[in-house]
């Protein structure tokens, strides 16, 4: 922004649901949650809006959530509010899987065909990938062979690749040839 220009209205998200692999690692903990609630503290998470991990740990819903509620007590980075913390966590979801393992997208797409019901979210979907590089392409042929992430009916489908791919150029062209 410059000088004299009014600050910009920031809109709030579509409905969508935010499938996070990885959900029950380090980046989920320190920064996923923390980003997630500053949006729902800031107005910008839409009521339609479900959040569901996938991991390999074997986890219920309530430990997921429970589990989610501690991280953001140690991590947050402005104060927390309850009020927001049962808005933001009543719509997280958990399920079980792998990255090589079928039958976990088979799981994952009956959690958002009902999700996305349940939510009104209408089919939008953004497929977060908190994963070490060797995950990244398993879980893009999965959601290919799925169509999960196919865009339809009017919805929209992304998939974030989460950084770092190497750590050296060698190591980073490695990762890419697996992707």
Request: aromatic share 6%; charged share 25%.
């Amino acid at each position: 922004m410059t000088g004299g220009e009014p600050p910009r209205a920031v809109k709030q998200a579509d409905p969508c649901s935010l499938v996070v692999f990885g959900a029950s690692g380090d980046l989920m903990h320190r920064l996923l949650v923390p980003a997630l609630y500053n949006l729902a503290a800031g107005g910008l998470l839409p009521d339609a809006f479900a959040l569901i991990g996938v991991g390999r740990s074997e986890m219920s819903d309530d430990a997921f959530r429970e589990d989610l509620r501690k991280s953001l007590h140690q991590f947050a980075t402005r104060s927390v509010e309850e009020k927001i913390v049962q808005r933001l966590l009543g719509c997280a979801t958990y399920v079980r899987g792998d990255a090589d393992e079928p039958a976990s997208y088979d799981r994952l797409r009956q959690a958002l065909q009902r999700i996305e019901v349940e939510r009104g979210t209408n089919g939008n979907r953004l497929f977060y990938m908190a994963t070490p590089p060797s995950a990244f392409r398993p879980i893009a042929c999965q959601l290919g062979r799925l169509h999960l992430a196919r865009e339809e009916n009017g919805s929209w489908r992304r998939i974030i690749i989460e950084k770092p791919f190497g750590t050296d150029l060698a190591s980073a062209q490695i990762g890419r040839a697996h992707v």
